[in-house]
T-cell receptor, first 110, second 117 residues
Framework: SQQGEEDPQALSIQEGENATMNCSYK?????LQWYRQNSGRGLVHLIL?????REKHSGRLRVTLDTSKKSSSLLITASRAADTASYFC??????????FGQGTRLTINP | DTEVTQTPKHLVMGMTNKKSLKCEQH?????MYWYKQKAKKPPELMFV???????INESVPSRFSPECPNSSLLNLHLHALQPEDSALYLC????????????????FGSGTRLTVV
């Protein structure tokens, strides 16, 4: 079974608004990563947060990690039409493999 | 070069055909991966190669046969596939397979969309 579960499954917002996606996982992790996928093509690595970190920023992206709740969130600020994509969290743990969550389909309306 | 290149981009094959998917990277990454992704689902790991040796096989049927000829190339040989094997096949690479040192995430190719008829 997949390690991470994400919510919401789908999110539709207006351009300029902020988008927040959540990810929960089940077992201990070494790190948690977020990826973006456009139209069923390749995934693009967005940001990685290590298990001993609580928050990380990269441009308009902000990721938080709460290991006590086994959860993470991805915030995209000032959304743009080009942010429309599917977003996946992925974790690595003792099994030494990258396992993806179910993903959130984000739609930014102009 | 910061890309993973996959060929072909699209492939239609019959159930009796033999075909191969190819993946190439020139970033000096020593770990390479095959993932399978069905529509509206997350990618699922198939194989991991670390330093050109198969380190993880996620119980993939033998009709899928991976090969890593050198540190830059990864192939997936296909034989006697079933229609349910139709999917997007993604190749990825990373600096190392979760060993010591910085771990910067995976670089994915654009995938091969496979249709089995």
């Amino acid at each position: 079974s997949q390690q991470g579960e994400e919510d919401p499954q789908a999110l539709s917002i207006q351009e300029g608004e902020n988008a927040t996606m959540n990810c929960s996982y089940k077992t201990s992790i070494n790190n948690l990563q977020w990826y973006r996928q456009n139209s069923g093509r390749g995934l693009v690595h967005l940001i990685l947060i290590r298990s001993n970190e609580r928050e990380k920023h990269s441009g308009r992206l902000r990721v938080t990690l709460d290991t006590s709740k086994k959860s993470s969130s991805l915030l995209i600020t000032a959304s743009r039409a080009a942010d429309t994509a599917s977003y996946f969290c992925a974790t690595t743990g003792g099994a030494q493999k990258l396992v993806f969550g179910q993903g959130t389909r984000l739609t930014i309306n102009p | 070069d910061t890309e993973v290149t996959q060929t072909p981009k699209h492939l239609v094959m019959g159930m009796t055909n033999k075909k191969s998917l190819k993946c190439e990277q020139h970033m000096g990454h020593r770990a390479m991966y095959w993932y399978k992704q069905k529509a509206k689902k997350p990618p699922e790991l198939m194989f991991v190669y670390s330093y050109e040796k198969l380190s993880i096989n996620e119980s993939v049927p033998s009709r899928f046969s991976p090969e890593c000829p050198n540190s830059s190339l990864l192939n997936l040989h296909l034989h006697a596939l079933q229609p349910e094997d139709s999917a997007l096949y993604l190749c990825a690479s990373s600096q190392n397979h979760l060993r010591t040192g910085p771990f910067a995430g995976y670089t994915f190719g654009s995938g091969t969309r496979l249709t089995v008829v």
